[in-house]
């Protein structure tokens, strides 16, 4: 007898889609116009290719989700973008007008889709097409309101705000993933496994991360007559990361392999450890040797994260994180926060000031982990409702919910 799976999506995915995108098309009819600004195209090509390609083939790893995997991410981002979007240009609606869409205004709703695909990580393979859509949307929603917030009360530069976007997905998901926790789930499910083929099509997002990961930290740096070098050295400072970050993490899944050998979810995640932290940290670091520090401490901390904490997590908080979010963007992303924190009293010239940035920069975490953490419960609680139907427990991880297989078709 032929396996049963879920219902068919036609009443429930297209009305979300056309419903989400006539609304767009609507607000874009009436509010958006475009402002020439050609000159951050081939900026805007790497962080695309990082979102689409990097965060979809990195997606494929699991042995029965890779179509999901990749199909979802481009579904989710596609619509992300149009809500970022619109959603970043409120406040110029408000004062010209119009939400004017640039160069700059693209790479920026790239950035916060990004954010919204690493809180997407934590329940992979546990939600439908219809629940990651109201993730995304309402995971952009809290980022956005978490950067208004940041620069509106605390002063905190634009670049240093979009930067947390690691800290916020992450913890959005964790707390996502704590509230649709799935009984039964301290046994490893069957399907959720790696074999050679989803494991070559992961790595291949990871090469695509790893290598437009510099575009992605300093595209929104801004160059100004005073330091004409800062962007470039927040290039140089982002490879030097990821190349030591790639070296350590290697190292360190084998020593912490019960067989003395690589681990594949190592290679695909922890080599990028040191770009997120180098991502959050990057304005107060000036020199080569720190951000190969920061590459070191980075790895080290997400691979000792995915081999030990993630286990933790799920045996004594019921956290089941499927890509390991907190141990590839979380914890790296508060060590980039705390070097950050160091280096700028290190530099300050005086007690005060460097007390006052102190106040400043940890009530910038406190109010980022608070919003994200708060919105993820929502959302999970928003979730749990069987109006959205999830898959049930036997068929997580599994592509056969949602897409068409006509070899395996039952002919009657």
Same mark, same amino acid.
């Given at each position: 007898?032929?396996?049963?799976?879920?219902?068919?999506?036609? /009443?429930?995915?297209?009305?979300?889609?056309?419903?989400?995108?006539?609304?767009?098309?609507?607000?874009?009819? /009436?509010?958006?116009?475009?402002?020439?600004?050609?000159?951050?195209?081939?900026?805007?090509?790497?962080?695309?290719?990082?979102?689409?390609? #990097?965060?979809?083939?990195?997606?494929?790893?699991?042995?029965?989700?890779?179509?999901?995997?990749? $199909?979802?991410?481009?579904?989710?981002?596609?619509?992300?973008?149009?809500?970022?979007?619109?959603?970043?240009?409120?406040?110029?609606?408000?004062?010209?007008?119009?939400?004017?869409?640039?160069?700059?205004?693209?790479?920026?709703?790239?950035?916060?889709?990004?954010?919204?695909?690493?809180?997407?990580?934590?329940?992979?393979?546990?939600?439908?097409?219809? *629940?990651?859509?109201?993730?995304?949307?309402?995971?952009?929603?809290? /980022?956005?309101?978490?950067?208004?917030?940041?620069?509106?009360?605390?002063?905190?530069?634009?670049?240093? +705000?979009?930067?947390?976007?690691?800290? /916020?997905?992450?913890?959005? #998901?964790?707390?996502?993933?704590?509230?649709?926790?799935?009984?039964?789930?301290? *046994? *490893?499910?069957?399907?959720?496994?790696?074999?050679?083929? @989803?494991?070559? %099509?992961?790595?291949?997002?990871?090469?695509?991360?790893?290598?437009?990961?510099?575009?992605?930290?300093?595209?929104?740096?801004?160059?100004?007559?005073?330091?004409? $070098?800062?962007?470039?050295?927040?290039?140089?400072?982002?490879?030097?990361?990821?190349?030591?970050?790639?070296?350590? +993490?290697?190292?360190?899944?084998?020593?912490?392999?019960?067989?003395?050998?690589?681990?594949?979810?190592?290679?695909?995640?922890? @080599?990028? +450890?040191?770009?997120?932290?180098?991502?959050?940290?990057?304005?107060?670091?000036?020199?080569?040797?720190?951000?190969?520090?920061?590459?070191?401490?980075?790895?080290?901390?997400?691979?000792? #994260?995915?081999?030990?904490?993630?286990?933790?997590?799920?045996?004594?908080?019921?956290?089941?994180?499927?890509?390991?979010?907190?141990?590839?963007?979380?914890?790296?992303?508060?060590? #980039?926060?705390?070097?950050?924190?160091?280096?700028?009293?290190?530099?300050?010239?005086?007690?005060? @000031?460097?007390?006052?940035?102190?106040?400043?920069?940890?009530?910038?975490?406190?109010?980022?982990?608070?919003?994200?953490?708060?919105?993820?419960?929502? @959302?999970?609680?928003?979730?749990?409702?069987?109006?959205?139907?999830?898959?049930?427990?036997?068929?997580?991880?599994?592509?056969?919910? %949602?897409?068409?297989?006509?070899?395996?078709?039952?002919?009657?």
């Amino acid at each position: 007898m032929a396996p049963q799976y879920a219902r068919s999506l036609r /009443f429930r995915l297209p009305p979300l889609l056309f419903f989400l995108q006539t609304g767009f098309i609507v607000v874009f009819i /009436f509010y958006v116009d475009i402002e020439q600004n050609p000159s951050l195209y081939y900026k805007f090509q790497d962080v695309h290719v990082m979102v689409i390609l #990097g965060f979809g083939f990195l997606a494929t790893f699991l042995v029965r989700y890779s179509f999901s995997g990749a $199909g979802f991410t481009l579904l989710v981002a596609a619509m992300a973008v149009q809500w970022a979007v619109i959603l970043n240009g409120v406040e110029s609606m408000y004062h010209r007008g119009k939400i004017w869409i640039n160069m700059r205004s693209l790479v920026v709703a790239e950035m916060c889709t990004a954010s919204s695909l690493i809180a997407i990580g934590a329940v992979l393979g546990k939600t439908n097409p219809d *629940q990651l859509l109201l993730i995304a949307l309402l995971e952009i929603s809290g /980022f956005v309101l978490n950067g208004w917030l940041l620069q509106t009360f605390l002063k905190v530069q634009f670049l240093n +705000a979009i930067m947390l976007l690691h800290i /916020f997905g992450a913890f959005f #998901g964790l707390m996502l993933s704590w509230v649709l926790y799935r009984q039964g789930s301290e *046994q *490893q499910h069957e399907k959720e496994k790696i074999n050679r083929k @989803t494991g070559l %099509f992961s790595v291949m997002g990871t090469l695509f991360l790893w290598m437009f990961w510099p575009s992605f930290n300093s595209v929104l740096v801004e160059v100004d007559h005073l330091d004409r $070098g800062r962007k470039l050295r927040a290039v140089y400072s982002t490879y030097l990361a990821l190349a030591v970050s790639a070296v350590t +993490a290697a190292g360190f899944s084998v020593l912490t392999s019960p067989q003395g050998k690589l681990n594949l979810f190592h290679i695909q995640r922890c @080599t990028l +450890a040191g770009g997120v932290a180098i991502g959050v940290a990057m304005s107060a670091v000036h020199l080569p040797w720190v951000a190969m520090t920061i590459g070191f401490a980075a790895a080290l901390i997400s691979t000792l #994260g995915s081999r030990y904490i993630k286990p933790l997590m799920l045996f004594a908080f019921e956290c089941h994180d499927t890509c390991g979010v907190l141990s590839v963007h979380g914890l790296p992303g508060i060590l #980039g926060w705390m070097v950050q924190l160091l280096l700028q009293i290190a530099d300050s010239d005086d007690l005060t @000031t460097a007390v006052r940035f102190a106040v400043f920069h940890i009530s910038t975490l406190l109010i980022t982990l608070s919003l994200s953490m708060i919105l993820g419960l929502i @959302t999970g609680f928003l979730l749990k409702f069987n109006f959205w139907r999830p898959p049930p427990n036997k068929k997580c991880f599994d592509d056969q919910n %949602f897409w068409e297989f006509p070899h395996l078709a039952v002919k009657k």
